[in-house]
């Protein structure tokens, strides 16, 4: 494993922490190079739980550094509650296990201000985004107009350019919003009483992972949210504000896209969606609200309730082939145990027209209908089955089929949010 890249290949909340978990124990470094506190990933160690937003999961593993990229949207604040959370926990967090790139922007209290109020604005035409400000910081990135972690470090750069950014703020949440203005002293205050603490961390990351793999270290990049979430490739505009699989890492690790050695998706047995947006296979009868309920899918990070339905074929496929996965973990399932019958969506029809690639205009999805087969459930639990050749006959049967389908080898079963609830089959 030179360096291998774990993406979601839904739309995100496939169960990734769990599995960037296992295979940091393989790895050296683990890399976060996209998205910021609005993915929560969740590991599970014996009796404890911990979830993690913005510290990359092999931060439970002694020895690994992890990487927050240039990237990421950060908000600094939410990453030294992590720290200091983990510190109560006894887990080691410093700046020669968590390392921060000085490139990364800044979320500030304005940016979370006006994700609010521009999802307000929308009103039905609202993205569900996570309230989290990552579409504003990284809309302010693109517009040149944005602070960066170096930007905190230094005093006056700080206040020059914080203030230049709240003039501009201030104008939209007072005239356009007609809400109270932000105090740029205040703001200068809380954000800058923080560098202090940031500094032990911060450093020019993608020279340190280039370092790493030039060296012969083994380098893992987390993907964040999932494929259907990418700004450019998902269900825009229903989308995060980032590139969530291998096209990500070139620009969000520094790190060259020709060092990028394997590709791994993770996808659950069936699919959720948090937010609007298009969700082709979903079940919002019965047996959807059963899957919720066995999956306990609600958000980690806002608590909604996730949107549930079927695998679909049709969006793993593209998002494995659109990334060069060489394969992929099917998580979650163990969820479908209690289901006497399993759907999963095999093609759509846009307009008529049977299609089994997915459509790059989300205009044709609106009114899309799939077409699904029916898997016998095994109806047995499976939780306790470490090897392939354990579980139930009807269970492999919906692996193997599924498998075809997608045309991509399942390279690991996850039965279970332990970390030894697992099925290796090629990982
Ligand atoms: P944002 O990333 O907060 O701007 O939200 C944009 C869309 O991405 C919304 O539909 C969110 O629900 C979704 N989203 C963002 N992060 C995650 C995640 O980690 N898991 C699942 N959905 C996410």
């Known amino acids: 494993m030179p360096s291998l890249c774990v993406f979601g290949a839904q739309w995100g909340d496939e169960g990734k922490g769990k599995i960037i978990d296992r295979l940091a124990r393989e790895a050296d470094v683990v890399v976060r190079y996209q998205g910021g506190a609005n993915a929560g990933h969740t590991v599970v160690v014996g009796d404890e739980t911990y979830i993690l937003h913005l510290v990359p999961s092999g931060i439970l593993h002694p020895g690994k550094v992890n990487v927050i990229g240039n990237g990421v949207a950060l908000d600094p604040f939410k990453l030294l509650e992590e ?7 006894g887990v080691h967090v410093a700046g020669d296990n968590l390392r921060l790139s000085s490139a990364a922007h800044v979320i500030f209290q304005h940016h979370q201000r006006l994700d609010a109020l521009s999802e307000r604005w929308k009103g039905a035409g609202r993205i569900g985004t996570t309230g989290r400000g990552i579409g504003p910081c990284y809309a302010d990135k693109a517009s040149r107009t944005g602070l960066r972690v170096a930007d905190l470090l230094d005093p006056d750069r700080c206040r020059e350019r914080l203030g230049a950014a709240l003039a501009e703020k201030n104008a939209q949440l007072t005239r356009l919003y007609e809400e109270q203005a932000l105090d740029p002293g205040r703001q200068m205050e809380r954000y800058q009483g923080l560098a202090a603490r940031l500094s032990e961390f911060v450093g020019d990351t993608g020279a340190e992972v280039r370092a790493a793999y030039a060296a012969g270290r083994r380098i893992l990049f ?56 298009p969700f082709p296979s979903e079940d919002t009868g019965p047996d959807g609200e059963r899957i919720g309920r066995a999956g306990r899918e609600f958000g980690t990070t806002t608590g909604r309730p996730r949107r549930c339905g079927w695998f679909d074929a049709v969006a793993v496929r593209y ?33 008529g027209a049977r299609r089994e690639s997915y459509p ?44 075809e389908r997608v045309g991509s080898p399942v390279l690991m079963i996850s039965v279970g949010p332990e970390r030894d609830q697992v099925i290796p089959r090629g990982l």
């Open 83 to 89: 720290v200091d959370k983990l510190h109560a926990r």
């Open 222 to 277: 987390e993907g964040a949210q999932g494929v259907m979430l990418d700004l450019d490739h998902g269900t825009y505009p229903y989308v995060t504000s980032s590139s969530t699989g291998v096209n990500g890492i070139a620009s969000g690790a520094a790190f060259p896209p020709n060092r990028i050695d394997r590709a791994v998706g993770i996808a659950k047995a069936y699919c959720t969606r948090v937010g609007e947006g």
């Open 319 to 351: 998002a494995l082939e659109l990334n060069g996965a060489e394969g992929w973990v099917m998580t979650k399932l163990d969820v479908l145990s209690e289901l006497s019958e399993i759907r999963a969506i095999t093609a759509y029809r846009v307009r």
């Open 360 to 403: 790059a205009e989300l205009a044709s999805l609106r009114g899309v209908e799939v077409e699904h087969e029916v898997h016998a459930g095994w109806q047995e639990p499976i939780d306790h089955v470490r090897a392939y050749a354990d579980l139930p006959r009807r269970a492999r049967d919906y692996v193997e089929q599924i498998e």
